[in-house]
C-alpha cells in the first residue's frame, strides 16, 4: 500500500507484546494487547478518489466487518514465524475479543469505509508506559489493514489521522507500534510517516532442547 502522496504503499502493523507489557497499566488506562501483523503485497489497486474514504470510529454493528478485516490481516501473513501460527477456533476466539475491544473506553477502533464497503481499521489503544521512562502514557497502533483493492488510495493515512485526533483530545503526544520484521513494504511505509524503529523482537523456540 502507498504512503499517499508520495509514491509509498500503505501496510499495517503489529506484534505480540504480552511478554514485553512491563508493569500492569494505572488504573483508567490500558496496557498494550497482542496486535496483528502488517499484510503483505497488494493486489493491482482500483482507483478511489480520496474525497469517497471515510473513517469513523466502530460500534458493535461493525463487528462483522472488523472480524473480516482483522482475520484477513492474519491469514496474508501465514508464512512469518509467529502470525502463521493460527488457531482453528480464532474466528470464535476472536469475535469475543474484538467485541470485548469495542467496549474499553481505553482504546477505539476506526474503520475506513468507500460507500457502504469497510476496506481498512486501525486500532489505538491509550496505554500506560514504563514508570521509569517518559512519557508515562502513549498511543498503541494495532491491527491495521487495507484490503488489497483499496490501497494506494490514501486510506492508511486518513486512519491515521483519526487516531492522530483521538489522541489529541486524550493529551497523547506520542504512539508506537510494532510491524512484521519480513514485509519491506511495511517497514518502507511506517518509516514514510514518521515511524522510527526502536527496538527488535527476537524468537527463540524451546522445543526439542
Sequence with gaps: MKKPGDGRRET????PRDAERGPEAPR???APTPP??????????????ASRISVREANAKDLPSILALRLAL??????????????????????????AQLQS??????????????????RCIHSA????????????????????????????????????DWCADRGLDEMRLHN???NPLANAAWEALGFEVAEHLRVRSLKQR
Design 12 to 15: 499495517g502493523s503489529g506484534r
Design 28 to 30: 483508567g488506562v490500558t
Design 36 to 49: 496483528f501483523p502488517t499484510p503483505s503485497v497488494p493486489a493491482s489497486p482500483i482507483p478511489h478518489p
Design 74 to 99: 492474519l491469514r496474508e501473513h501465514s508464512h512469518n514465524a509467529i502470525y502463521g501460527r493460527l488457531r482453528p477456533d480464532a474466528e470464535s476466539r476472536a469475535a469475543k475479543l474484538f467485541a
Design 105 to 122: 473506553p481505553n482504546e477505539v477502533i476506526f474503520l475506513a469505509e468507500i460507500g457502504r464497503e469497510a476496506v481498512g481499521v486501525l
Design 129 to 164: 508506559g514504563s514508570p521509569l521512562l517518559d512519557p508515562p502514557q502513549y498511543a498503541y497502533i494495532s491491527s491495521v489493514y487495507v484490503v488489497p483493492r483499496a490501497r494506494e488510495q490514501g486510506v492508511l493515512r486518513r486512519l491515521l489521522a483519526a487516531a492522530d
Design 180 to 182: 512484521a520484521a519480513d
